[in-house]
């Protein structure tokens, strides 16, 4: 995959050197396209970028502020997708670690598939068995629990949850359904439950520490998840308490003769990452990539290489700062966006990409939206506030199948309108071409 990938990068640069070229549309196909995005109609109201290109001819067949950068959100993990895909391969990094006697030490690698959602599990049963004690370092990780440019205020939310290099339990508290005596999972948190009179009607964590509370008169007793604050403390206490075994922390250095643990295999994590938009899986993929690449935790130095090597000829330079597109600091413009699923398509098997895009009307954050007896649209949606993204492949009527790039920032409407018209564009394509 590495040397087929290499050569790829290299037709690239040149490919958007002309836009627009529209010579695959007729005069009038290319007068319906533009009185799309016309001034005096709905994205004529806030900013709108938007890019056809044929992936057969490597042509634009149409584009509308292709140049300007948007805030892509969750579009963010097609440059996670592609870079795990180019670095990891087919399975996960999990630990690295050192033997010493009846002692096993390990450092944590990104992998966050430990008892998270029903992904596959690594053996740590088997992997742990031989060892008395397990001591656990994180001196490898140089990057924040928190990315560049997360909101602050997210931090009641599971889409939230904290970075870690060996995460359990998703790094989140499980909060079960029922209006009395809430319960949650891990057990050990159910005496940090407390009653309040402020009225919220989901039980909510304190900023700083992991105490959770909930209004008894108000609470809606759904399932829910909260991010917990994390600490090599708290983890070793998980870990101890699901393994059985003795833990204890110790902030060593990596040192430089020790031996690498792979789990579980990568492709379910990336899948359930694309479809429905997992940030948590998002951002430990990158931890997982900067671990493969240096032995160490450090996504700014991850994404700084990545893109001095195999992202130089985007068309224009992004501003990538995170794994999953939380913060709001990324810049990509749609032009770019379109380059580097060009990528993607070009390295990824085609029956692997369709599997791993959302299709509309039938799986992932699209499965609600663009409906059709026959799908027409495999595409990755982000969504923030006032900002809306879709990037993917529309099929056409003809059989053919184009890239296209639809970014949307600074509507004051909500989301769900901004898709209604997209939609009405991207039929309309489909049915013309």
């Known amino acids: ?42 994205f004529g109201g806030h900013l709108t970028g938007f890019v056809l290109y044929d992936l057969d001819s490597q042509q634009v067949l149409f584009e509308k502020n292709s140049q300007i950068r948007f805030t892509p959100a969750s579009t963010t993990k097609l440059f996670t997708l592609f870079a795990s895909l180019l670095i990891l391969n087919d399975s996960t990094q999990t630990l690295r670690y050192v033997v010493s006697g009846d002692t096993l030490k390990v450092w944590g ?11 596959p599990q690594p053996d740590f049963e088997e992997f742990f068995a031989p060892y008395s004690v ?10 924040p629990a928190w990315g560049l440019g997360w909101q602050w205020d997210d931090y009641l939310y599971y889409y939230s949850a904290e970075r870690s290099s060996l995460p359990i339990h998703g790094n989140l508290l499980h909060i079960f359904p029922g209006k009395r005596n809430p319960q949650v999972f891990p057990k050990k948190f159910q005496s940090k439950i407390h009653s309040t009179k402020r009225e ?3 039980m909510e964590r304190d900023f700083h520490k992991n105490e959770f509370y909930y209004n008894p008169d108000f609470y809606r007793g759904r399932e829910d998840y909260l991010p917990l604050i994390t600490s090599p403390e708290l983890f070793i206490e998980l870990a101890a308490d699901e393994t059985g075994k003795k833990w204890i922390y110790q902030a060593d250095s990596l040192p430089d ?10 492709f379910p994590i990336l899948k359930e990452m694309m479809l429905e938009s997992d940030n948590f ?38 501003i990538w700062v995170d794994g999953s597109g939380l913060s709001r600091y990324n810049l990509f413009t749609p032009r770019t966006m379109i ?38 649209i495999f595409a990755k949606t982000g969504t923030m506030s006032n900002n809306h993204s879709l990037v993917g492949l529309i099929k056409c009527k003809s059989g053919k199948q184009y890239a296209f790039s639809f970014m949307n920032s600074n509507y004051p409407w909500k989301a769900s309108e901004v ?15």
């Open 339 to 376: 380059a580097l699923f060009e990528k993607l398509y070009r390295i990824v098997p085609d029956e692997m990409l369709l599997d791993l895009l959302p299709t509309g009307g039938v799986s992932g954050t699209i499965e609600n939206e663009y409906k059709a007896p026959t799908p027409y």
């Open 134 to 143: 397990i001591q656990f370092s994180d001196a490898n990780v140089k990057s």
């Open 109 to 119: 690698s990104g992998d966050p598939s430990w008892n998270y959602l029903n992904l």
């Open 200 to 202: 919220i009607k989901d």
């Open 257 to 266: 003769d020790h031996e690498v643990w792979r789990g579980t295999p990568l």
């Open 419 to 433: 898709r209604r018209e997209m939609e009405k564009v991207l039929v309309m394509l489909r049915n013309m071409l």
């Open 1 to 42: 995959m590495y040397q087929k990938a290499k050569v790829y990068l290299l037709i690239f640069g040149l490919l958007f050197s002309a836009i627009p070229s529209y010579s695959q549309l007729s005069r009038s196909q290319y007068e319906r396209v533009e009185n799309a995005f016309q001034e005096t109609g709905f």
């Open 281 to 318: 899986l998002a951002e430990q993929l990158l931890f997982m990539v900067s671990d493969r690449l240096f032995g160490e935790i450090d996504t700014e130095r991850t994404i700084e290489y990545l893109i001095e090597n195999y992202l130089y000829d985007l068309p224009d330079g992004p």
